[in-house]
């Protein structure tokens, strides 16, 4: 019960800065979440972890969102917004997220983290975990639209599991495509990044594409299906809620669809779409070969990304583990520990 009295784990920014780049390096660190995400689809698979829908709640600027995950030892929570204005408007990110880790024996809080760099690392190495099993192996170069904050992320990962050479970003504010250009080239040596004019042209040239924007709902997709040649693999990222979606239909209805989270992206992704029957299935039944992926070089192949807690347990646990190893965060007395466990009154107020 020591863990207990010691209280819960608090891990701010600047703690998961500090372990990531400090103590246990980046680099390492994504090869970290990419083994456990990876075993956290095979445990899915096997009804290890369980996962229900999460919840949404809609304000005029924006969505918050709330997002459980248990296994047999752990309860996690996540609550993550997506507000649109907030760069432009308070100058902090338009995805926000914090986190809490609980132990399932006994309830206790045992971790509260920042999430929002979690979140985006987690969401870049989902799509690795697809482009691994999805695109044709001699995949190298990768069109990136929406160069924003998930944008590095999503090329640092899928550069873990398919050898990237070149690529190809466009986002409709210059301003983010030059600054990931401008840090991509820092973080990779003999990377050739060209900063397109359009969207069409990324999709012509790529091997992989990623689609990781921020637009708003109801309105027109950002990849049309003419635009896609065959043998390409696609991360659809940014379509994450109803009636937000950056893909045509016609594009869907062509290829072979693969969710992260069925129960979710029938009604949040861009299988919204498209009927059940025209999806072919989930990544979980891929990684555990109950499913085959991609199967020749001609197919065109589409990763649903919806986000799914299953990956924020994972890292949670990962990350709570890494912490309490390099002695990173700070212990608060969150939880409550009266006198009498029993009598809440004589322990606090008598």
């Known amino acids: 019960m020591n863990i207990f009295r010691k209280g819960t784990l608090l891990l701010e920014e600047a703690d998961i800065v500090h372990l990531i780049r400090d103590k246990v390096g980046l680099e390492n660190f994504l090869c970290e979440v990419l083994k456990t995400v990876e075993e956290g689809f095979k445990q899915f698979a096997t009804k290890?972890?369980?996962?229900?829908?999460?919840?949404?709640?809609?304000?005029?600027?924006?969505?918050?969102?709330?997002?459980?995950?248990?296994?047999?030892?752990?309860f996690s929570c996540k609550i993550v917004n997506t507000h649109l204005e907030n760069p432009s408007r308070f100058n902090i990110?338009?995805?926000?997220?914090?986190?809490?880790?609980?132990?399932?024996?006994?309830g206790f809080?045992?971790?509260?983290?920042?999430?929002?760099?979690?979140?985006?690392?987690r969401t870049g190495i989902a799509s690795a975990i697809a482009t691994k099993y999805l695109a044709k192996k001699g995949s190298s170069?990768?069109?990136?639209?929406?160069?924003?904050?998930?944008?590095?992320?999503?090329?640092?990962?899928?550069?873990?599991?398919?050898?990237?050479?070149?690529?190809?970003?466009?986002?409709?504010?210059?301003?983010?495509?030059?600054?990931?250009?401008?840090?991509?080239?820092?973080?990779?040596?003999?990377?050739?990044?060209?900063?397109?004019?359009?969207s069409e042209s990324v999709c012509s040239d790529s091997d992989i594409?990623?689609?990781?924007?921020?637009?708003?709902?109801?309105t027109s997709p950002i990849v049309y299906d003419k635009w896609i040649r065959d043998g390409i693999h696609i991360n659809a990222v940014g379509g994450d809620s109803p009636n937000k979606i950056e893909l045509e239909k016609s594009l869907l209805e062509r290829a072979k669809v693969v969710v992260d989270f069925m129960d979710q992206a029938v009604y949040e992704?861009?299988?919204?779409?498209?009927?059940?029957?025209?999806?072919?299935?989930?990544?979980?039944?891929?990684v555990t070969n109950r499913k085959v992926g991609r199967i020749n070089d001609n197919e065109v192949?589409?990763?649903?990304?919806?986000?799914?807690?299953?990956?924020?347990?994972?890292?949670?646990?990962?990350?709570?583990?890494?912490?309490?190893?390099?002695?990173?965060?700070?212990?608060?007395?969150?939880?409550?520990?009266p006198k009498f466990s029993k009598n809440i009154y004589e322990s606090y107020f008598l």
């Not at 290890?48 to 752990?74: C, H, L």
């Not at 990304?305 to 969150?334: C, H, P, T, W």
């Open 48 to 74: 290890q972890i369980t996962v229900p829908p999460r919840q949404e709640f809609y304000f005029n600027k924006g969505t918050m969102e709330s997002m459980p995950a248990s296994d047999r030892d752990y």
């Open 93 to 106: 990110p338009t995805i926000i997220a914090s986190g809490l880790l609980v132990d399932g024996r006994t």
């Open 109 to 121: 809080p045992i971790m509260i983290t920042e999430s929002t760099i979690l979140t985006a690392i």
């Open 141 to 198: 170069i990768i069109g990136i639209i929406g160069n924003g904050a998930q944008a590095l992320p999503q090329l640092h990962s899928i550069s873990l599991v398919r050898n990237i050479r070149g690529v190809y970003a466009y986002d409709t504010d210059f301003d983010s495509s030059k600054s990931f250009m401008r840090t991509a080239g820092r973080i990779f040596n003999n990377l050739d990044i060209t900063i397109a004019s359009n």
């Open 209 to 218: 594409l990623v689609t990781v924007t921020c637009k708003e709902k109801n």
């Open 269 to 286: 992704g861009e299988s919204q779409q498209i009927s059940t029957d025209k999806i072919f299935g989930d990544l979980s039944e891929i």
């Open 301 to 337: 192949t589409i990763f649903d990304s919806v986000g799914f807690a299953m990956e924020d347990l994972q890292v949670y646990k990962l990350v709570f583990d890494l912490a309490i190893k390099e002695r990173v965060g700070k212990r608060v007395n969150i939880a409550s520990r």
